[in-house]
């Protein structure tokens, strides 16, 4: 399923790349601790972020539902039938294959960072639309990519749903977006969902549930790292931390020390026997994700910026969330 050219990318230890325990390292020993949201995405990550999806706190997955399920029309009429439809993130591709009876995509290629997840998910819907084509691609989009040949070069749509562009600050969002332009080559398009700016006590309960699921979301991310660059985090000493901060119009995930305590792992390939050390304080952090919120306006404004100029947009009555569509 997913096409030799990428899954045979070098992974030189039992863990991750070299690049991957490098990042994720750097991170760690920063004075203000951060990781990166994809390490959030191992195999039960993906699973528990399906659950928030269903969580009633957790407004966007359905709020954007209901958004294609009102304005599927107009949104059929601005993407147009037949195209590449490109899905960043896909996970397990539920969001786009619920547009196929409306965008009716010539060939459909998710990606995703979870690999064997999304190859399970494709294995389904081959056999739900044997009729679309499909090229699953298991890598990392974030920091950049080349579609191999296997994709088609004709009207590539990129399909960017569930305000995962929240992820990266303005001015990444910016390049990111650029990147995707270029590689769509004018005659394709951008289908994109963002999260919009509202009262902060819903924001704060969405990202930190009553029953704990996005808790266990963000503490999965221990249990991730431990296996990726061979740590000793213990789950147990951290706490789930979530709020939206006005200033920067993002909400923030962290996980914070119960305790003072320290996490080792080994220092790189040559020096397995030597440990690095990190002591983190009692109340001490770790950055694990960001997600910006915007207006209508500024994210039109960002869209602009990236160097897409005709754009349409739909919303919900409540005006929590809007779906763009843009061409270059
Ligand atoms: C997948 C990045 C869009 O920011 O809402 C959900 C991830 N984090 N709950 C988001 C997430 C905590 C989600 N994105």
């Known amino acids: 399923?997913?096409?030799?050219?990428?899954?045979?990318?070098?992974?030189?230890?039992?863990?991750?790349?070299?690049?991957?325990?490098?990042?994720?390292?750097?991170?760690?020993?920063?004075?203000?601790?951060?990781?990166?949201?994809?390490?959030?995405?191992?195999?039960?990550?993906?699973?528990?972020?399906?659950?928030?999806?269903?969580?009633?706190?957790?407004?966007?997955?359905?709020?954007e539902a209901a958004i294609f399920e009102?304005?599927?029309a107009g949104i059929a009429h601005a993407v147009g039938t037949g195209a590449t439809l490109i899905d960043l993130g896909a996970g397990n591709c539920a969001k786009a294959a619920s547009l196929f009876p409306l965008l009716r995509p010539g060939q459909y290629v998710p990606v995703d960072i979870s690999r064997d997840f999304l190859n399970e998910a494709v294995l389904r819907l081959r056999q739900r639309f044997p009729e679309i084509e499909m090229t699953a691609l298991g890598l990392d989009f974030s920091s950049s990519f080349e579609l191999p040949s296997s994709v088609r070069a004709e009207r590539r749509v990129f399909f960017y749903p569930g305000s995962s562009i929240g992820n990266f600050a303005p001015h990444e969002a910016i390049a990111f977006l650029r990147r995707l332009r270029a590689n769509e080559q004018g005659d394709g398009g951008l289908l994109i969902g963002v999260d919009l700016i509202k009262d902060g006590a819903v924001l704060d309960a969405a990202?930190?549930?009553?029953?704990?699921?996005?808790a266990a979301f963000n503490l999965n991310m221990l249990r991730h790292l431990n296996h990726?660059?061979?740590?000793?985090?213990?789950?147990?000493?951290?706490?789930?931390?979530?709020?939206?901060?006005?200033?920067?119009?993002?909400v923030e995930m962290h996980l914070e020390a119960r305790e003072a305590l320290v996490v080792t792992w080994p220092e790189g390939e040559r020096h397995?026997?030597?440990?690095?050390?990190?002591?983190?304080?009692r109340g001490e952090r770790i950055h694990t994700e960001d997600s910006y919120k915007y207006t209508r306006r500024g994210f039109i404004d960002l869209l602009q910026e990236a160097g897409?100029?005709?754009t349409h947009n739909w919303t919900d009555d409540a005006e929590w969330f809007a779906?763009?569509?843009?061409?270059a």
């Open 308 to 310: 897409f100029a005709a």
């Open 228 to 250: 990726l660059i061979g740590s000793d985090f213990e789950v147990s000493q951290w706490q789930h931390r979530a709020f939206f901060n006005a200033e920067e119009s993002r």
């Open 1 to 63: 399923v997913i096409s030799p050219e990428l899954s045979s990318r070098p992974v030189n230890t039992p863990h991750g790349s070299h690049a991957a325990i490098a990042e994720i390292s750097a991170g760690l020993l920063a004075p203000r601790a951060a990781t990166s949201p994809k390490y959030l995405y191992d195999g039960l990550g993906s699973k528990l972020f399906e659950a928030i999806c269903e969580l009633p706190e957790y407004y966007p997955t359905r709020t």
């Open 207 to 214: 990202y930190d549930d009553a029953i704990g699921v996005t």
């Open 323 to 327: 779906v763009f569509h843009a061409r």
């Open 70 to 72: 009102r304005h599927g």
């Open 272 to 281: 397995h026997e030597r440990r690095v050390e990190r002591h983190f304080a």
